[in-house]
C-alpha cells in the first residue's frame, strides 16, 4: 500500500508560479516512477507530466512543456511539479500518482491516487 498526499495548491495570478508536492509513504517510494495529472469537473483526467525512479527520464504534456518541470528526492520520499509562466487553462484539480515500471502518460496504469490539491490561475 502507497500513501500519497499533495500540497502546494492555490490562487495565483496569470504569469505566476506555483510548486506543488506529493509526498509517499507506505512503500519503498524510489522503486516507482510519479506522475501528475489534473483533472476539470465534466473533463477526463489528464495526464500532466511523469518521471521515473531514478529522476532521469521524463516526460510531459505538450501543454505544460517549457513551463513545468518534475522532479523527485527520493531521500524525502517527495516529488514536485513546478510550475511557471502559469495560465487560466491550468485551473484543475492535480493529482500524483504512483505505478510500478517505467514512466506512463495513461492515468490507468497508476496504481495509487493522491487526494487532489487546487489550483487556480486567475487572468
Known amino acids: 500500500q502507497v500513501q500519497l498526499v499533495e500540497s502546494g495548491g492555490g490562487l495565483v495570478q496569470a504569469g505566476g508560479s506555483l510548486r506543488l508536492s506529493c509526498a509517499a509513504s507506505?512503500?519503498?517510494?524510489?522503486?516507482?516512477?510519479m506522475g501528475w495529472f489534473r483533472q476539470v469537473p465534466g473533463k477526463e483526467r489528464e495526464f500532466v507530466a511523469a518521471i521515473d525512479w531514478s529522476g532521469t527520464n521524463t516526460d510531459y504534456a505538450d501543454s505544460v512543456k517549457g513551463r513545468f518541470t518534475i522532479s523527485r528526492d527520493n531521500a524525502k520520499n517527495t516529488v514536485y511539479l513546478q510550475m511557471n509562466s502559469l495560465k487560466p487553462e491550468d485551473t484543475a484539480v492535480y493529482y500524483c500518482a504512483t505505478r510500478w515500471g517505467y514512466v506512463s502518460t495513461r492515468s490507468y496504469e497508476y496504481g495509487y491516487w493522491g487526494q487532489g490539491t487546487q489550483v487556480t490561475v486567475s487572468s
Open positions: 507506505g512503500r519503498t517510494f524510489s522503486n516507482y516512477a
